[in-house]
C-alpha cells in the first residue's frame, strides 16, 4: 500500500534531537529557574546541550520578575552555545514592546495611531495611555500602559494588576509606578533588544515526535496564541514580515480561532505548538503548553520531544 500524502515512511533516524517548547512565563523568575533546572537534570547533558530551546512568548506582566526573566533569557546562549534558542513574541510582549518604542515601523503609507480607529469604542473603558510619547504609539502599547476603570477581571476571577495586560508588576520590576513614562529610560538597551528581536512565528524542518505508529518526522510551526482556520502561507508570511499595521495580532492574541490546527495542514505531517491559552492541551499533533497561565499558584511547564515528556516548575527532579 502507498503512504498516504504527507505521512511517508522515515528513513531510519540519526539520533533524533531534543527540542523544549516551554510555556509562558509571566514574569516568574524562580519557577523558570526551577524549570530550567528540571530540564537540566531530566534530559540526558549531550543532548541537552545541544538542544532546541523554544520558549513560546509571554515573559512579562502579572508575576513580580519581569526584569530578572528577561536577564536569564539573554544570559542563555553564551552559558548554553551549543543549544540554539527561539524566544517567540507573545501578545504581552509586543505590547511591552510598544510601549518602549521597539516594535518594527509599520509599513510605508501608515502610522502607530492608525491602529486606534478599530477599537476606540474600548478606549474609556480600558484606560488607554496618555502619557508622554502616546501620540506615536500602536494601539497595543497604550492598552498596556492603560489603567483600566473595571478592576475585577470577571473571567479570570482576579483582579487586574493596572492594565488590561496586569502589566503594573512588569513596571514595578524595572523600578517605577505603572503607566509612567520613566519605563522608557528605566529599560536596559539589552533588553529592548531581546524585545525588538522577539520572532513571530518560528519553522523547523524534521523534528520527532512519538506517536501510536512510533517515532515520526515533521514539520514544527511554534506561534504563540496558533494559527487561524484557513490560509496558512499568506498567515506565515505575515509573521515573518512582523507587519504592525494591525491593531491586534490573532496570531498571537487569539483564542478560539486559533486553537485547532489549519485546514491546510492536515493532510501534511505538522506539529502546531503554542502557549498563550492558560491550558495544557496534547492533541495529536496540536501542542498547547500554558499550564501556569501567568498565575501564581499554577506551574510553569515544558514539553520535551520528541518523547512528549511534561516538565514543570514544580516537579523534584533536581539533582
Known amino acids: 500500500m502507498e503512504p498516504q500524502e504527507g505521512l511517508a515512511q522515515d528513513p531510519k533516524p540519526t539520533k533524533e534531537r531534543t527540542v523544549c517548547c516551554i510555556g509562558d512565563l509571566h514574569g516568574y523568575v524562580n519557577k523558570l529557574k526551577k524549570l530550567w533546572s528540571n530540564l537540566e537534570s531530566l534530559i540526558d547533558p549531550p543532548d541537552f546541550q545541544s538542544a532546541l530551546i523554544i520558549f513560546l512568548g509571554d515573559y ?37 514592546a510598544a510601549f518602549v518604542g521597539v516594535l518594527p515601523a509599520p509599513a510605508s503609507g501608515t502610522e ?41 477581571n470577571s473571567i479570570k476571577g482576579t483582579e487586574y494588576m493596572g492594565s488590561i495586560y496586569d502589566a503594573a508588576p512588569t513596571f514595578e520590576s524595572y523600578g517605577v509606578p505603572h503607566g509612567s513614562a520613566d519605563l522608557v529610560k528605566a529599560v536596559p538597551g539589552e533588553h529592548k533588544k531581546f524585545l525588538a528581536g522577539l520572532v513571530w512565528v518560528h519553522e523547523e524542518e524534521r523534528v520527532c515526535i512519538e506517536t501510536e505508529e512510533g517515532i515520526k518526522h515533521c514539520k514544527l510551526i511554534a506561534v504563540h496564541a496558533g494559527l487561524e482556520k484557513n490560509g496558512v502561507e499568506q498567515q506565515l508570511k505575515f509573521l515573518k514580515a ?16 486559533v486553537w485547532d490546527i489549519p485546514e491546510d495542514l492536515r493532510k501534511t505531517r505538522t506539529i502546531v505548538v503554542s502557549g498563550h491559552h ?10 498547547i503548553i500554558d499550564q501556569g497561565g501567568g498565575l501564581l499558584n499554577n506551574p510553569v511547564a515544558a514539553l520535551v520531544l520528541p518523547s512528549k515528556k511534561i516538565v514543570r516548575d514544580t516537579d523534584d527532579l533536581a539533582k
Not at 71 to 83: E, G, M
Open 278 to 287: 492558560g491550558k495544557l492541551h496534547i492533541e495529536g499533533l496540536r501542542l
Open 242 to 257: 512582523r507587519d504592525t499595521r494591525v491593531p491586534k495580532v490573532e496570531a498571537l492574541s487569539g483564542r478560539k480561532s
Open 60 to 96: 512579562c506582566d502579572r508575576g513580580p520578575n519581569t526584569r530578572q526573566v528577561i536577564d536569564f533569557l539573554i544570559s542563555l546562549p553564551s552559558k548554553y552555545p551549543k543549544q540554539t534558542h527561539v524566544f517567540l513574541c507573545g501578545n504581552h510582549d509586543l505590547a511591552f
Open 112 to 152: 502607530f495611531p492608525d491602529t486606534w480607529r478599530e477599537y476606540a469604542a474600548s478606549e474609556e473603558r480600558e484606560g488607554w495611555y496618555k502619557g508622554e510619547g502616546y501620540e506615536g504609539m500602536h494601539l497595543q502599547g497604550r492598552r498596556w500602559a492603560g489603567k483600566i476603570a473595571v478592576r475585577f
